[in-house]
């Protein structure tokens, strides 16, 4: 996994900056520690918490009837999962894994729903947020059908690293070949040619980036897609009101002291 470092602020989710202090309370948000592997909800499952993650990285991934599995999405520090909850869906086809272990706010499911029937910032952020992750599903699908694995392994490093304080990661092979929708065989293949290059040390599902300008100049065009759209929908909400940010970071850490 990423070792990721504890929370930089007391909110460390970039959906949730765009909101008041009012707001912010009116969530009744806890702190979770996820480990890596751990599961927030099977495929069908009722979905009891909406999670923010600030330092861990939650994939979601589709199941298939012989067990294969493929990862459709990711969130980290700009996201949310559990989408369903305020779209309306219920029970989703997929289910959630820690897929790289650290921190999370939780939000149980009836608070969001009530918070987001309000309207106001938090609707329209969390719809802007979907948006999104859309791009980000269909961009995966697209990326996963027509371009090579070494390049599907740049793109998912990337967005890792965007998500986390650091650059190493442990996990399986296997694992790894599930998140990129690859063989386990192809995924040895594609690291060590990255490590050729310089760009990464990997051993036994141990991956540390060392060159990130190099796995940028590799990987495929849809790394710019989801990012792009993400800052340009999720980033333009922290973007806006700096002086609101800081003034709710220094309200919330008066209260972390009392």
């Known amino acids: 996994m990423f070792r990721a470092l504890g929370t930089q602020d007391p909110i460390g989710n970039r959906l949730l900056w765009s909101l008041s202090e009012e707001e912010y309370v009116r969530l009744h948000l806890e702190h979770a520690t996820l480990k890596l592997g751990q599961v927030l909800y099977e495929c069908g499952e009722r979905i009891d918490y909406a999670y923010f993650p ?32 305020f779209l309306g869906g219920g ?35 969390l719809l802007r947020y979907t948006q999104a992750l859309i791009t980000q599903i269909s961009q995966t699908a697209v990326c996963n059908r027509l371009h090579p694995i070494e390049q599907r392994l740049c793109r998912w490093l990337l967005l890792c690293h965007n998500r986390v304080y650091g650059s190493e990661i442990l996990m399986t092979q296997e ?62 909400c922290q973007r806006k009101q700096p002086q609101r940010q800081e003034a709710l970071q220094r309200s919330l850490w008066r209260r972390s002291l009392t």
Do not use: W
């Open 54 to 85: 600030t330092t861990c990285v939650v994939s979601c991934l589709y199941t298939m009837q012989d067990g294969s599995t493929a990862e459709m999405a990711l969130a980290g520090n700009e996201g949310v999962i559990g989408v369903a909850l």
């Open 91 to 125: 029970n989703i086809p997929h289910r959630a894994v820690a897929q790289i272990g650290g921190h999370a706010l939780k939000m149980p499911a009836k608070v969001l729903q009530e918070e987001f029937a309000r309207g106001g910032t938090f609707q329209r952020t």
């Open 175 to 236: 694992f790894i070949a599930n998140l990129v929708g690859g063989r386990r065989e192809s995924v040895t293949v594609a690291a060590g040619r990255l490590q050729d290059a310089g760009l990464i040390h990997y051993s036994r599902g141990h991956i540390k980036v060392l060159d990130r300008k190099g796995l940028e100049a590799t990987v495929c065009e849809c790394y710019s897609i989801v990012e792009d759209e993400m800052d340009r929908l999720v980033g333009a």
